[in-house]
């Protein structure tokens, strides 16, 4: 494998604005480089108002660039709209009600997010050929949802929609899984359920993926790579040995020197 | 006996319109009002083409075409041009409203001495009344047939999707903006081709047949969807079909209470709000448990 073809996303000098040319105007993203490899299971730190949903919805092309260069496998993607990465980018949001079609069944939706990078055509869906598989991976879940196939996700909890967008983001392999704080509206135990599961099927399938958290103690026990996002730029980046060696303590420490 | 039949006729045409309003209003969540403009727009193509001696065939087929460009125009201001969609719908049916004048040329076209859909030797040797159920009911059933194929295709999800969570849509790689614009196109087609359906029923088009067409779409949705309760997507199409024959068997009573046909327009209106304030209703009066109680076995 080439070295470029690791690169799963590369961001140069990105910036970002809200409200730009007007007097409110603020920088959000400051002059941001960031390189994910293949591989990378990268942790998010920063504090509230850092810019960890803007990267992310720079990632994903809902919020465009206001300066710099965004890549994906060497390919510019500054001009791909959403729709399009989509089929190699998945997300998982933090809001339960955001990431599953509420009037729509389990099936339904997992066999809509089956589809990603597809062409949706005149077909016939054959939602019954697909059950068996579905209740399969369910299964691997953890928390019922293979009983409830035919369920309209609005009946689900928070715990069972959150697992089955988790699922819809996985289960086609993207490059890259974006996962916004997807446990932070689960109570804890579910919450430590969803976020041990997290890791397993990242670990196991290998997957590319870069995960928000608020929980310091997560952004430690997970992933080969952390980032603290601070006032729009990366000022820690660790990983490997040195992520091992990195304690609870010494974060909040380079917490407190931030502040 | 006879009124009864003509109300099921008129009901099965108007179905139509109840149908098409159902893919906007009901699946993709929100109030498209370029209907009043592409109702009459059907009427005025099919009957202008029907007195340039155009098959009916084809002069519904153009109807169809004429609403669906009204509904890309909204579609365009609604997705590319950020216009909110109620007022992205008004600005198309107010336009709407110039456009059918210059087509028609007059504010009334009769279609007296013309060929129509219902001039043909099979309807024509039908008992009265009969020929607008039997078009009725073949183009509802048809046009209803295609309708649940389409929705449960792999396309047809996407347009479902794209109501229910168009965030979600989006982050599985759905062009929300294009089934937007698709499921426009597609209705008010539909749209225009009731109203060519109608115009040719009451063998004339006129420049305000649109006004309050809405209300009576809705009408048969809310209805269908208030008699027959909790149903599957495909039920919830056929429901709307049952519910314009019931609006227009509340109309034909209303009617016989001695109203004139010009307060069908404040009827409508009453009968819908009703309608839309039921649960509502049902709620504070405990209804539901009133009926659940009546019809419960004495123990």
Redesign the interface.
């Not at chain 2, 449960?152 to 996407?158: K, M, N, S, W, Y």
């Not at chain 2, 965030?167 to 929300?176: E, F, K, Q």
């Given at each position: 494998m080439s070295k470029t073809s690791a690169e799963i996303l590369k961001l140069e000098n990105v910036v970002t604005y809200v409200n730009r040319h007007t007097p409110n105007e603020n920088m959000i993203l400051r002059h941001l480089d960031l390189t994910i490899h293949r591989g990378d299971f990268i942790t998010v730190l920063g504090t509230n108002g850092a810019g960890k949903s803007t990267l992310f919805n720079v990632i994903a092309g809902t919020l465009p660039l206001d300066e710099g260069r965004i890549q994906h496998l060497g390919h510019d993607l500054n001009k791909v709209s959403p729709e399009r990465r989509a089929n190699f980018i998945a997300r998982v949001f933090q809001d339960p009600k955001l990431g599953t079609a509420p009037r729509m069944t389990v099936s339904e939706n997992l066999l809509l997010a089956s589809k990603r990078g597809q062409r949706r055509t005149l077909r016939p869906r054959e939602l019954k050929q697909h059950q068996a598989a579905f209740r399969e991976t369910l299964a691997t879940m953890g928390d019922g949802l293979e009983d409830h196939l035919d369920t309209a996700t609005e009946n689900l909890s928070g715990g069972q929609r959150q697992a089955l967008s988790f699922l819809m983001a996985t289960q086609q392999r993207p490059d890259l899984l974006l996962l916004d704080e997807h446990t932070a509206a689960l109570d804890p135990k579910t919450s430590e359920q969803l976020m041990k599961q997290t890791n397993e099927t990242i670990t196991k399938q290998q997957l590319t993926c870069l995960m928000i958290t608020h929980h310091l103690d997560d952004a430690l026990k997970y992933g080969n790579r952390l980032i603290v996002l601070n006032a729009g730029v990366i000022t820690l980046d660790v990983s490997g040995a040195e992520k091992q060696a990195l304690t609870k303590t010494k974060l909040l420490e380079f917490f407190g020197n931030i502040e | 006996m006879n009124m009864i039949v003509s109300s099921i006729g008129q009901g099965l045409l108007w179905a139509i319109l109840g149908v098409a309003l159902f893919l906007t209003f009901r699946i993709l969540d929100f109030p498209d009002m370029t209907v009043e403009g592409t109702f009459p727009l059907g009427a005025a193509v099919a009957v202008i083409s029907l007195t340039h001696n155009l098959s009916p065939a084809i002069s519904i087929t153009l109807a169809f075409l004429a609403g669906a460009v009204a509904g890309l125009i909204t579609g365009l201001l609604y997705t590319k041009g950020k216009i909110p969609i109620l007022l992205a719908g008004i600005l198309v049916m107010t336009a709407c409203l110039s456009i059918n004048l210059r087509i028609m040329g007059s504010s009334n076209v009769s279609l007296l001495g013309q060929k129509t859909i219902f001039s043909s030797k099979f309807l024509a040797g039908l008992p009265r009344y009969f020929d607008s159920i039997f078009v009725g009911l073949v183009t509802i059933a048809i046009i209803t047939a295609l309708l649940i194929?389409?929705l449960?295709?792999?396309?047809?999800?996407?347009f479902?999707?794209t109501g229910?969570?168009p965030?979600?849509?989006?982050?599985?790689?759905?062009?929300?903006d294009k089934m937007t614009i698709v499921g426009l196109m597609i209705s008010n087609g539909l749209i225009g081709l009731s109203g060519a359906l109608i115009a040719q029923s009451n063998g004339y088009a006129d420049i305000n047949m649109g006004i309050g067409i809405i209300v009576i779409a809705l009408a048969s949705i809310i209805i269908g969807e208030v008699v027959f309760g909790e149903l599957t997507l495909n039920q919830r199409l056929i429901a709307v079909t049952l519910g314009s024959i019931i609006y227009r068997f509340v109309i034909l009573i209303v009617l016989n209470l001695g109203f004139s046909t010009n307060d069908l327009n404040l009827i409508s209106a009453i009968i819908l709000a009703i309608c839309l304030m039921l649960p509502q209703f049902s709620k504070s009066l405990k209804l539901d448990h009133v009926i659940k109680k009546g019809l419960a076995k004495n123990e």
């Open positions: - | 194929y389409f449960q295709t792999d396309l047809g999800q996407a479902i999707v229910d969570n965030t979600m849509a989006r982050s599985i790689g759905i062009n929300t």
